[in-house]
């Protein structure tokens, strides 16, 4: 089964990727974008038929490879 | 008003990066892991109060900065 993932940064950490974003937008003409954060997403395939026991696994995952848990959160959808 | 939006790569475009990752997953023992594919996911902050309005904005941006779309699509969530 296909469980979503979104890795982002955790609000007080600078984000110097989004900031580029921002400005580059604001010098586009998209002058009402105020604040931009960039983030990862992952669509993780899961053998596996249970949706609590893929969402569990998906967990374990963040914690040990996709998200560094001491700037990022991860949230599973 | 804020809106996300995940860009990811479309279906047959290779995606070596997901891919390192789900060999990573299995050779740590997650071997029920059967694909990986990786987007990216942004976080807007729009001076909008109409959600449309701001939708709208997100599409423009999506289409003009965030997303190839020749190799990704994107989504407004």
């Not at 003409?29 to 053998?47: C, E, H, M, P, T």
């Amino acid at each position: 089964m296909k469980i979503k993932v979104i890795v982002t940064l955790k609000s007080g950490v600078l984000d110097p990727q989004g900031k580029a974003i921002q400005q580059t937008l604001n010098g586009m003409g998209f002058a009402n974008v105020k604040d931009v954060r960039q983030g990862k997403y992952f669509d993780l395939d899961i053998s596996e038929n249970d949706e609590q026991k893929a969402k569990f696994a998906a967990e374990e995952i963040c914690k040990k490879l996709l998200a560094n848990q001491v700037i990022e959160d991860f949230k599973i959808i």
